[in-house]
Each structure stands twice: as structure tokens, then as C-alpha cells.
């Protein structure tokens, strides 16, 4: 039994890091502690409790949340301290005894976190961990949260069983397992009924949704797709060869799915490909994208691409890069190769060097750029419809188009979360966004 007495007038700071999913989880936990009576912590207040939510997909990942961590306990000395998330499921034990530490709670705790905090005296002997083998994580902590966006992120599917060999997600999430999609569509309904437009639909292998429940993914996007309320669906990553032409075509049609996909490569040369065990060649890529493009010509396109992988040499990169190029795409997510323990990834040969991995880099960061401009610059004069969100003190009020071109305006307060029609004007100072040039109206 919770002794939710102990919370009275105790405030709390979150720090994320990582994915989408992470985001959502933690505005979810955020949620259950504001349930108890736990504010959170304004800028500049002390907080009683910290929590850190983690991420493992990188070396540079792991090494971020120790130093949150340190940062934390120096800004809210005495706070108790709770680390949860991928890096705290790998890495339990170790993370429990870094200074100011109180509870670790992996993956199958997440949902837990108020069980965990006690009585929120400190643990001055070093922290307690709860992990337990990632074979045996069975639950699905639902997940549908705004933050501090218009847009909720809607969390579908879990875990992953693909054990690509440079990915350590199975071991930290467990296997794919989803909720019912009856409950997803509740969900949805409760976002819409709290005012919200537009959800994000989030998971680890959101494709493979349907696996714990005999239902399938087409058949959650099209049960979606009749929830009043919800004006804009986003499909946050599907992988290519989970992405039917079913669910191409259903999206071109329907009510509130957006023309936007977020399709992660990884590799743009067969052979890495195959290094990798993905599930796909360039060609079957290719197609996806074609078919796309076929049936919505104006669709935003993301694609995610790791560079300096084990094996990957300077022709494979070479064509890689080119295969890239010519893909009718609008912006690049790329990643450097992070050496990960315990995948199968290491016993793969042709270690690339860190300065070749930030050459690699800085030629597909740069053809990203080049591609996002030429998809924005095809749309200026255009009209457009941009569901507009809550600016920050003194900047731009910022929205995005149905297919995902950010969009500035003067702040006013009346726009916020409103479906507004515009003409896209030129680029701003900084090109990350066009400028409304014209207000037309609301369309609801």
C-alpha cells in the first residue's frame, strides 16, 4: 500500500533521454506522480526526487545519463534518485552504486516507479536495483502522453525480436508484445476528449504490432482512423519490410493519417545489409519509397542511416552514399556505429575509425540538409493546413504541415493547437522552417 501522505507538497524533476518512446513513457510516469500529490519542480526550484529516464543505443547515450545524473544530485542535493529505462536495464548494478543513486528499476518496474520511492529517505549505502532477466519481461506499460507538446505520443508495441547485430534493444526492452487495439483506441479517445489534435504512434517495432494479440497493424491504423476528435495520426517508425503496400495506400486515403513516414535503412549497401541481419535489401527499400511517393507525391520521407558499422568499408559506404542520393527522400537521421557489449556485431570485422565514422557522417548530415531544403523550396506559394504549438518566452509560434514542414508565424496565443489554413512564404533566418506568409483561417 502506497502512503501517498509522504508526497504532500513534494515536487519532482524528469530528464529524458533517447527516443520518442522514452519521451512518451516519462510524461506518463510524470502523470502517475502528479496522481499522488507530487508536483513538478518549476525552473529554478529544488526537487525532492529526480528521475532519469535512460537510453543505451550508444556509448555516448550511456555516458550522458551518468553525467544527468551527477548534474541532478548537484542541483537538487539530498533529492531522491531514480534511474529507469534502457541503460538501467542493462546495466542495473552498476548504475545503483553511482553517487546519489537511490533505485534502479528496469524495464519491467517502469510502470512501478511510486512503489519504488518509499518513503523517500535516502539510500546513503549505495542504491537497490530491480532487473529482472530480459527473457522473462512479460508486461506492456501503456503509455499515451502530450508532455509539453500539442502533439501525445501513443505508445502501441514493445520490445523487439528482430536482434539486429549492432542493437542491443531486445536485451534492454524484452520481446515485441502489444496491448489490444481496443485499448489503444480508448486511449486515443481519452486524447481527444483532453483537447488533443494530433498523436504520434510510438513503440520499438510498431510493424510487428499485433504479434502478442492476433491482431495486425493495418488493422490498429484503421480503427485509429475513426476516433472523433483526432485530426492527425503520424506514424513515427515502421521498418520497410513490415510497411505493406496495404498501409501505404490506406494512409493516401484516409481520414487523419498524415502523409509522413519515418522508415529506417540503416545501411544503404547489401552487403552491410546482410552484416546487420536486416530483414530487407536496397531494392525492396527502394520500391517502399516509390510506392510512397507513387500514390502521395508530396509525403515526407525520414529515413535513418548508421554510418562506420563493422564492415562497412569506403566502397560499401561509397555505395551507400550514392543509393542514398538517389532516393527520392526529405531528411536524413543519421547515426555513428557505437560499439555495443554483447552483440554479435563485435565479432564482425573492419573496425572503422572514429575520424572516418565523422566523415561519413558529416557527408549524409550535409545531403540530409540538402534533401529537407529542396522538399521545403517545392512548397513555398503553397497553401497548407499547420496545427500550431505553444511558443516558447520571446520565439516564433511553430507548427507543422500534414506532411511535416515546420512553419513559423508571430506568436498568438489564439492559434495554439488550432488547425490553421496558410500560404507558405520563404524560408526563415535559419532555414529550419518556412514562414506563414498568410493567415487564411481556421479549418475547424
Not at 379 to 405: D, Q, S
Request: some cysteine; charged content about 25%.
Amino acid at each position: 500500500m502506497i502512503d501517498k501522505t509522504v508526497f504532500k507538497d513534494k515536487k519532482a524533476v524528469y530528464y529524458t533521454l533517447g527516443c520518442k518512446l522514452n519521451f512518451s513513457e516519462t510524461a506518463t510516469i510524470e502523470r502517475q506522480l502528479q496522481n499522488a500529490g507530487i508536483r513538478t519542480a518549476k525552473r529554478g526550484e529544488k526537487a525532492d526526487i529526480c528521475i532519469v529516464n535512460s537510453c543505451a543505443v550508444t556509448q555516448e547515450a550511456e555516458k550522458k545519463c551518468r553525467q544527468a545524473i551527477h548534474k541532478l544530485v548537484r542541483q537538487h542535493p539530498g533529492a531522491y534518485v531514480v534511474v529507469t529505462g534502457c541503460y538501467a536495464q542493462l546495466s542495473a548494478e552498476k548504475l545503483s552504486k553511482e553517487f546519489g543513486v537511490d533505485v534502479v528499476l528496469g524495464v519491467e518496474k517502469k510502470g512501478d516507479i511510486l512503489e519504488y520511492l518509499g518513503n523517500l529517505e535516502k539510500h546513503n549505502d549505495g542504491g537497490e536495483w530491480y532487473a529482472c532477466p530480459t527473457k522473462d519481461v512479460r508486461n506492456f506499460v501503456p503509455s499515451c502522453s502530450r508532455g509539453d507538446r500539442t502533439r501525445y505520443f501513443l505508445k502501441v508495441q514493445d520490445g523487439c525480436d528482430y536482434f539486429c547485430t549492432y542493437c542491443t534493444i531486445p536485451f534492454a526492452r524484452g520481446r515485441s508484445r502489444n496491448p489490444k487495439v481496443e485499448e489503444l483506441v480508448a486511449q486515443a479517445q481519452m486524447a481527444a476528449g483532453e483537447g488533443g489534435k494530433e498523436i504520434v504512434i510510438t513503440g520499438v517495432n510498431i510493424g510487428d504490432f499485433g504479434k502478442s494479440t492476433g491482431e495486425s497493424f493495418v488493422s490498429l491504423v484503421k480503427a485509429l482512423d475513426t476516433v472523433e476528435g483526432i485530426s492527425r495520426y503520424r506514424i513515427s517508425s515502421i521498418e520497410p519490410n513490415l510497411l505493406t503496400d496495404e498501409i501505404i495506400e490506406y494512409v493516401s486515403e484516409s481520414r487523419a493519417f498524415m502523409p509522413h513516414f519515418h522508415i529506417p535503412l540503416q545501411a544503404g549497401s547489401d552487403e552491410v545489409l546482410k552484416l546487420m541481419h536486416r530483414r530487407y535489401d536496397t531494392a525492396l527499400f527502394a520500391t517502399k519509397i516509390a510506392k510512397v511517393k507513387e500514390v502521395m507525391p508530396d509525403a515526407f520521407i525520414g529515413v535513418d542511416v548508421i554510418v562506420g558499422t563493422r564492415g562497412e568499408s569506403d566502397e560499401l559506404f561509397e555505395q551507400a552514399y550514392n543509393f542514398i542520393k538517389g532516393l527520392d527522400i526529405s531528411q536524413l537521421h543519421v547515426f555513428s556505429y557505437s560499439e555495443r557489449p554483447g552483440t554479435q556485431a563485435l565479432k564482425i570485422d573492419g573496425a572503422v575509425p572514429p575520424a572516418e565514422k565523422h566523415r561519413r557522417s558529416q557527408l549524409l548530415i550535409a545531403l540530409s540538409e540538402e534533401k529537407r531544403l529542396a522538399f521545403y523550396e517545392r512548397h513555398i506559394g503553397k497553401e497548407a493546413v499547420v496545427l500550431f504549438e505553444k511558443p516558447r518566452t520571446g520565439m516564433p509560434m511553430g507548427g507543422f504541415t500534414e506532411n511535416y514542414i515546420r512553419v513559423e508565424t508571430a506568436s498568438d496565443a489564439s492559434l495554439v493547437n488550432r488547425l490553421v489554413r496558410v500560404k507558405l512564404g520563404g524560408f526563415n533566418e535559419d532555414k529550419s522552417a518556412l514562414v506563414a506568409e498568410q493567415i487564411i483561417g481556421f479549418v475547424e
